[in-house]
């Protein structure tokens, strides 16, 4: 794999204050821009048969590939693009492992034995043996400390069934079917059984498609190209398979991965495929029916990187929870990453926990809930907040709007 083009970077710095790292240290290796001109210099050595400064290494690999600087740049750069080649290709080069957590959730993920296993040990550390091992293993440090710390954030488990077991599929209209996502389908049940009732409720029939695995993102932010093409190609024929018009994504980071599949297979299948698949957000709509009655929570909606900045969604989940009834709080940097990003709140817990605790500490006194679209934010800041002695839930939209919709008798 070779450079992506960043030859359009005038180093302007409109990037500087959207960079989450930059905005934590302040420095500006840890900025976008700094980034662009330490991988110019990093790709000159690796072509030299070289492995780069191991200084500028590390700078480039703390970028949380999080899209915010791609959407204020005016020209686009694309900085994800060029950092998840970098770590491709330093990874074929055999320069650097995967990290850890990238092979174990190879082993998790993409296929339904594994997020079994998953939803298990998910399942042990609610426990009250499981959560005293959890504390133990937070003191530990490294990425078991880390791990142990985002453990806070699972939610009490409902049952030991995968989430899409409970999808009720039917309707009239366009032909949908959800993708699932692994920790959505492991740890969230009923989010994918809520988002099928409300996209039936907007006029559109929902349809499985057996056989879809991991989407691939996870992989491809540390550099494993190689099994995140495997997924994609395994997903592409599924839903082709199931003859959907429309892929409907509930976590944002699914979503925009999939809507990259043209790019990350370079294939007339994967840019048909892509050209199909939406967030939920996209789908849903319910503007032509009268907004439900007002409800007493006040809602603070944390914008998931991979739905703001990668995919240009904000405002539909917002106008979703105010139709459902609830009063909005704007959260002050909403849109600022909360330290997930896949698997780096594992791959670089000081920065993650930093970002954590900059997101918890400026949620508003007011909100009785927090709203976003993604199972590692949800993850991430319920256990910020846990850990700040804050009893604020975290929900992913749909299932507010559909708890709003239940108590109307609706659904």
């Known amino acids: 794999m070779g450079p992506v083009d960043t030859s359009a970077c005038v180093h302007c710095g409109l990037c500087l204050p959207s960079c989450p790292t930059y905005l934590v240290t302040g420095d500006e290796s840890e900025s976008p821009r700094g980034r662009v ?25 703390s970028c949380l590939d999080c899209r915010a600087c791609e959407e204020v740049c005016p020209a686009h750069v694309p900085v994800g693009h060029a950092v998840e080649a970098f770590r491709a290709r330093t990874v074929q080069a055999g320069h ?10 190879a082993r998790y993920f993409g296929t339904e034995r594994g997020l079994r296993r998953f939803q298990r040990l998910a399942g042990w550390s609610q426990r009250p043996s499981g959560r005293a091992a959890l504390r133990a293993s937070a003191r530990v440090g490294g990425t078991l400390g880390a791990a142990a710390l985002l453990g806070a954030g699972l939610p009490n488990m409902e049952g030991s ?3 899409h077991e409970g999808v009720r599929f039917g309707g009239e209209g366009p032909r949908v079917a959800l993708f699932y996502g692994c920790v959505m389908d492991s740890v969230y049940q009923a989010t994918a059984a809520h988002a099928a009732d409300l996209l039936r409720l907007s006029g559109y029939r929902v349809v499985a498609a057996p056989g879809q695995a ?26 082709e398979a199931a003859g959907a018009e429309w892929v409907a994504a509930t976590a944002a980071g699914c979503g925009a991965a999939l809507k990259e599949y043209g790019h990350l297979l370079e294939d007339d299948a994967a840019r048909q495929f892509q050209a199909t698949v939406r967030d939920a957000a996209e789908l ?16 603070a909606v944390h914008d998931a ?25 704007e959260w002050p940097d909403a849109d600022v990453c909360c330290g997930s990003a896949g698997l780096y709140n594992l791959t670089h817990p000081t920065m993650a926990e930093a970002l954590q605790q900059r997101k918890v500490a400026s949620l508003p006194v007011a909100a009785d809930v927090v709203a976003t679209s993604n199972p590692g934010c949800l993850l991430q800041i319920q256990a910020g907040l846990r850990r700040a002695g804050r009893p604020t839930p975290v929900a992913h939209w749909v299932d507010l709007v559909w708890e ?3 108590d109307e008798g609706l659904v």
Not at 96 to 105: G, I, V, Y
Not at 219 to 236: F, L
Not at 287 to 295: I, V
Not at 305 to 329: F, S
């Open 37 to 61: 001109v330490l991988l110019n210099q990093l790709w000159s050595a690796l072509d030299a048969g070289g492995s780069g400064d191991p200084s500028a290494v590390r700078a480039v690999d």
């Open 96 to 105: 650097r492992r995967l990290p850890l957590s990238a092979r174990q959730a």
């Open 161 to 163: 069934r995968l989430a």
């Open 214 to 239: 991991c989407c691939g993102a996870l992989h491809t932010h540390v550099g494993d190209t190689g099994q995140a093409r495997a997924w994609a190609r395994r997903n592409v024929s599924s839903f």
């Open 284 to 299: 849903v709509r319910f503007g032509q029916r009268p907004p439900l009655p007002s409800r007493s929570q006040v809602v």
């Open 305 to 329: 990187c991979h739905l703001a900045h990668a995919q240009g969604i904000r405002q539909e989940v917002r106008d979703l929870v105010r139709w459902a009834g609830y009063t909005l709080v």
């Open 404 to 406: 709003a919709l239940q």
